[in-house]
């Protein structure tokens, strides 16, 4: 068996040494480069770069933690890439093998959930994109691939750009909320921070846009579940921040576990090959997510494994994660003449040039060194950049009589809640390699921001989704002791994320009855949401005088929140998403049609409920500031203006209240009449500006054809005439408008 291995290294050798003659000049292109590579491939191997499996185990870090079969099969270049192995000496230890033992030594890609950090964990995303700061938002990305990339990893499975409407889908929490425009500048955002200006740095790492796509419209918010919308709302709403991700230079996407008006996305032709490769003429690969090409099985549209793995190949799937019908069915399918094998080409194309462009095949262990993974990890800078972000990213939904900010001299404070002292659960879902050690509590944060004359009381109370009232008398005798009361309820770290659809939006347990009880010693209560999607809490908003929402804002949640607390930083962020009054309420967004009977709460025969008013707890794009801004004087370039030309929008805004602060400054549109139903209003720009007490500026904005053309009656993405309406405001219900209109 060694001799055996011997000789076929030998003749490996020797074609490998031709073949480094023919791609090796600088002045070859990379595509000739890949054509004289494919030209000494066997079929088998183009099918291994065309497979992805996982490492058997994250438990050993900086050791090699795949399986033996699975050894073998990275020798005989039957793997292109491999998930869930990091470390930088575990990850050079199999691209050892590639280089070392393979017959043509083709560098092998590591892919992680790289989703809101490695080690120093970030906010969720759903959080930072409450920041409304994509140069922010571009930052944290940054130092999660310098971090990443030093652990040996090439590869994120992010950005989730999927749009969400309805909060029950737990996977929420990983994208930028329910507005195309908002998820489309992060989406640029994160592309442009995890891949740097150059993939071939040694920081970069190659994004992967999921889930391709319609993903967040699952019915009933419940994960993995049939999605049917209609061509025209896939392309004006889910497609968005997908086409955005692409035009930043996004190398690689997934397809979404759900089916599309009755096609799976593994299967869907349509959306991978006619949009996404001739549309938008993308030369990136596509990835399945995990076993989603043998799940064609489970939906009913393949009989077996070799159909599913036809189906997908023919699609435009480009590799396969986990499921093993490309390793197994492929090869069989081209042999006997069932696809052709230039169709696997072309995947394998793919894949090469992806790894090219990461330098990989220049230097193979370019991101495989231990002692500099040291040095990047968990550094003060990343650290501090992790605070700045989480900062930016907390809501402040209530403040009535100026309950905030704290004093800090204050005599005796309460801090309770299940999640008061919790390490794990601000890190939220997806923390990969944070450790919970690393966490502030909110409760280290007050004890932090106080002197040695303040003293403060812990109480538990309950826990977070449970029935339990045993800690009550303990949380209510701390509350009696004290002057104010810091209460922080909310969900566990992992009660949204994937698998994470929760039937009710509710505050979980009986932490309600406990804010309840508390409210009840007449001691004023400062409520700190940690959740991962919007909640329904009407009765925290009537009666709760202070509201916070902290969302789950990784290592550095309790410092972040203590700050704003305290009055050390004063809230700017503002609420990606729509909070409901309750859960019936959703799907709930803000940019939803009028209907022929708009709804109204004194109208019986208009779209409304009986039991509660349309509107929302929260609308979209609100959120609280220490100070005040006031807007006036919204001015436009023109009355009216022809298709084609711009018009520049103005708006004063001045901060009249007694703190400095940052204000997003949100701009909507409406098309009052078109050849099919539009929006009520469009979120089309926002900017976000720091204001001294006092100050006055005029901010200025430009719309485009873009800005205003939508899908029409014949599917054509364009501009109709007609009368617009701009709006200008502080979120997306109080707002000053004007009129223009566009003619032909």
Known sequence: ?????????????????????????????????????????????????????????????????????????????????????????????????????????????????????????????????????????????RIQAIEASAAGINWTFAPMVDIARDARWGRIVEGSGEDPYLGSVMAKARVKGFQGNNLADNTSLLACVKHFAGYGAAEGGRDYNTVDISERTLRDIYLRPFKAALDAGAGSFMCSFNEISGVPSSANKHLLTDIFRKEWKADGFILSDWNSIGELVVHGIAANTKEAAKLAITAGVDMDMESGCYKNDLKDLAVGKKISEDVINESARRILRAKYKLGLFDNPYKNCNPELEKTKILTKENIAAALDVAKKSIVLLKNDKNTLPLIKDIKTIAVIGPLAASKADPLGSWEQQGDSNNTVTVLEGVKSKLGSGSKVIYSKGCEIDETGKGGFAD?????????????????????????????????????????????????????????????????????????????????????????????????????????????????????????????????????????????????????????????????????????????????????????????????????????????????????????????????????????????????????????????????????ISADFEVTE
């Not at 040494?17 to 023919?22: G, I």
């Open 475 to 735: 949380a209510i005798n701390a509350a009696k002791e004290a002057d104010k009361i810091i209460l922080v309820i909310g969900e566990g770290g992992h009660m949204s994320g994937e698998a994470g659809s929760r039937s009710s939006l509710e505050l979980p347990g009986v932490q309600e009855e406990l804010a309840k009880a508390l409210y009840e010693t007449g001691k004023p209560v400062i409520a700190v949401l940690m959740n991962g999607r919007p909640l329904a809490i009407p009765w925290l908003s009537q009666n709760v005088p202070a509201i916070v929402e902290g969302w789950f804002l990784g290592h550095q949640a309790g410092a972040a929140i203590a700050d704003v607390l305290f009055g050390d930083y004063n809230p700017s962020g503002k609420l990606p998403v729509t909070f409901p009054i309750a859960t019936g309420q959703v799907p709930a967004y803000y940019n939803h049609k009028s209907t022929g009977r708009p709804g109204n709460d004194t109208v019986v025969f208009s779209s409304r409920y009986k039991d509660i008013t349309p509107n929302p707890l929260y609308p979209f794009g609100f959120g609280l500031s220490y100070t005040k801004f006031d807007y006036s004087n919204l001015t436009l370039s023109a009355n009216k203006i022809k298709i084609g030309e711009d018009i520049k929008v103005a708006v004063d805004v001045k901060n009249s209240g007694n703190y400095d602060g940052e204000e997003v400054v949100q701009l909507y549109v409406q098309d009052i009449a078109g050849s099919v139903t539009r929006p009520v209003k469009e979120l089309k720009r926002f900017k976000k500006v720091f204001l001294k007490k006092g100050e006055t500026k005029k901010m200025e904005f430009t719309l485009t054809d873009n800005d205003l053309a939508f899908y029409n009656i014949d599917m054509k993405f364009t501009v109709e005439p007609g009368m617009f309406k701009v709006f200008a405001g502080t979120n997306s219900e109080e707002l």
């Open 1 to 141: 068996m060694k001799q055996k291995f011997t000789s076929v290294f030998t003749l490996a050798f020797i074609v490998l040494s031709s073949f480094f003659t023919v791609i090796k000049p600088q002045d070859k292109t990379i595509e000739s480069k890949i054509d004289s590579l494919l030209s000494i491939m066997t079929l088998d191997e183009k099918i291994g770069q065309l497979t992805q499996l996982s490492a058997n185990s994250w438990e050993f870090p900086g050791k090699s933690v795949i399986s033996d079969e699975q050894k073998e099969a990275v020798k005989k270049g039957g793997v292109g890439s491999f998930l869930n192995l990091f470390g930088a000496e575990a990850t050079r230890q199999v691209q050892k093998i590639a280089i070392e033992q393979s017959r043509l030594k083709i560098p092998i890609i590591f892919g992680y959930d790289v989703i809101h950090g490695y080690k120093t964990t970030f906010p969720v995303p759903l959080a930072e994109a409450a920041s409304w700061d994509p140069e922010a938002v571009e930052k944290s990305s």
